[in-house]
């Protein structure tokens, strides 16, 4: 009993942190009604940049393109440090908050989320880039905090842990009585309730955002810089401790102070006792084949799950003065004969190719298959899904675990693409209660539970080494990515991926037509409306759910192929961000986004071209430029790529109907675009 | 219970909606008949949208039946309710605006017919006679020279006019208007009087819930009245328009127009 005690008490250090970060969660959610998914990583940065600051007094800019890092003192002192961290950490939210949430305030949540995301993939990038060591974990650095041994009950545990505790307390008991008491606090809650009405009531929704993303802001690096001595950092990981975060968050309604604190110290315990029943060996009864990590994991999920069915949806956006829209989905054209001239260009490349473009192809394709499973769900039914890398995985490991098993490839993939369907409908089951910000909290709370609790376990992915997968054979013909001797790469596999990558976007393109693309966009319009219109709304989303995972497993179980070894890495979470990112940024709601996205994902067909063909390098910033460009066109062009092409050709070729402020240059063109019509 | 007029096609019984401590609507009972057309007046806050809202199962009820072509309906989802031919209309008219005017006739209208099969669901097709019946609506409605337009490019009398297609394209038995004539313009609103009216003698049963006293009295054959969630009056609009109560409640405060 004493043992768990201690797990117990130790874990009151990690719940002070997950606490604290879901403190910041609440204050931006309440302020503007966006769960910033980047809370933790801009919090990383925040810690990484005041142990430069300690070590070196050097300013580390997280902004790119401008010099990296200013001089500020010689030998900085711990207090100045700190004192340093709190300005740089308010400094931070406030140009977070004035740069990109300000300007999103009115705009669909699906904008906001992605804007999140940018920021999410932008501050895990610049921490790894501007600090080189980043990777270097548990190394104890600077404990602010005193570290003796306490007996509490007869249970030592270090000092710090009660501190953070009892810090974490002092901040949540401060924020309480403020939003309680003070005209400022009032002032919030109006301005997050009605801002129309706090507008009206003399209170600048601006003012107020600014100082809440500061706090909010201060809270989260200092939160990261505390757990550094107990934890140690590694961007990658401490910035999902988000997810833990947005579990406490959404445990408290996003609204209460006091029950996210309790829920975030009682995820942070439970999480540490867990770790103490896998290392004791006299209370060991978990089996070894399931992963700790992937349990721990598991903690926030059933959280979130909890919260969601308890509380319903607990995130009305309404209240805002005009609730945005999402990105316009034009019917597909001609969808025969872009099918043909896809398959020619492709069969042409895969032909004609060197083995790095090849293999840029055969990536793209397959992530062209992915975006398609964003486009369908995300883009045509606006459930925002952050667990799509998730079932591919599903998908890929259930793939190689089949063929390993002597199933031939077809079979295998079908096998695979079918168990990735039932997950995702399970899934979509829950999904029906909620919407928005609260899917994309709860499938990311997934995603991370199925990377770590499903990828993670050795008996299905094959530990760190990953999986060796079996030589495929499709109607006997050999259809391996690779082949004994230098033919790399082989177009065999290339025209599997090409036929899948066709299939399925004639499929989604022939299914936005009528009669199924039309119950899409109109349960996407309006879930009211449609069900009055007598649509069946539940299905017509768990419908989409299963096209979704479908077409997500079937790029799973592809991905699989390609490679002689399957390993987790290829589904971490992180993938699925940057798969949504890269789908919104070409046009999340049309099948021509789909394929730029693809063309365009990481290792793909555009930056292997852009790099002249050398396949994957030290200084790729895919995930900087990706998360940045994220960011700006959640802010300026919500519509995509594709979407400023085509608004760009109506404007030129519907003359008559412009809406003024014209140049003479315009109309020029304008008389072209008339004739090519 | 008597039903007037031609066989109940929807009879309320009793129904009640609490919000809270608050009754919204106490056990009202009314009846509508197959191609009848039915008012449903009262005053702000009378409880008419929560009245609509209940009958077409967007608002759980506290207590009471609603009886649908002769099955009860309490249990049905909206989307079954409207399957069984009983639509609404919102007064916030709630069009599908990344639809374009015939789309958003035709989402509404293959939801009630038969399912495409596979083949031309793929292909795109749609069913011939979905398409016949949905000519006919737009050229009922008037929407013929904007079919192709977006709901968010039209005139406010045009998309009170999609709004009205896009519940008469589900093929309606009963077609319930929440407020069908709010913003309109005298033309306007007298030939909505003329459509609803032949739309009745068609068959299609309507539940005229508005603000317009003229509309209302003009074209309802028979008309109840809200107050405080209590129905309060019942019977032709000459019955209605002496009814003291009435007077009272409704066309005292509001002046008679």
Redesign the interface.
Known sequence: MGAYLGYLLAGLGGGAVVASLALGLVLTWRTSRVVNFSHAAMGTYLAFATFEFRDRGDLVLPVAGIPARIHLLPTPTLAASLVFAVILSAAVGAAVFWLVFRPLRRAHPLARVVASLGLYLYFSEITRLRFPTAGATAVTRYPVLPEHTVKVWGTGVSANRLWLAVLVMAATAGLATVFARTRFGLATRAAAGNEKAAVLAGVSPDRVGLVNWMVASVLAGLAVLLIEPIAGLDPATTSLLVVPALAAALAGGLASFWVTTLAGLSIGMVQSLILGWAVRPDTNWIPSWIPVTGLQQAVPLAVVLAALAWRGDPLPTRGAVLEG??P??PEPRRVTLWAAAGTAAGVAGLFTFSAPYRQALIVSLIAVVLSLSIVVITGYVGQISLAQLAFAGVAGFTAVDLAADGLSFLPAVVVAVAVATLVGVAVGVPALRVRGMSLAVATMALAVAIEQLVLGSEALSGGAGGRSVPRPYLLGVDVGISAPGADNFRPAFGLVALAAAVGSAV?VA??R????G??W??V???E??????????ARVKLGAFALSSALAGLAGALTAFATTALSTSSFMVVGSLVALAMTYLTGIAGVTGAVLAGLLAQSGLVTVLGRGGTAGGGGDHTFLVSGLALVVMAVVAPEGLTGLVRRGWDRLSARPAGVGGRSAVTSAVATDGEVER | MATPGVGALLSVEELSVRYGGLAALSEVSFTVGEGELVGLIGPNGAGKTTCIDALTGFQASAGGHVRFAGAVIDDLAPHERAGLGFVRTFQSLDLFDDLTVAQNLEVAAGARSARPGLADRFRGRRPADTAEHLEEVIDLVGLGSIARRRPGELSHGERHRVALGRALAARPRLVLLDEPASGLDPAETSALGVLLTALAARGTAVLLVDHDMSLVMGTCERVHVLDHGLLIASGTPAEVRADPGVREAYLGAGGAR
Do not use: H, K
């Open positions: 829209e999402l316009a989905s499929l022939n299914l037509r009528r009669p199924t039309l119950r966009l109109a996407r319009a309006n009211r409306a449609a069900a009055a219109a007598g649509i069946d709304v």
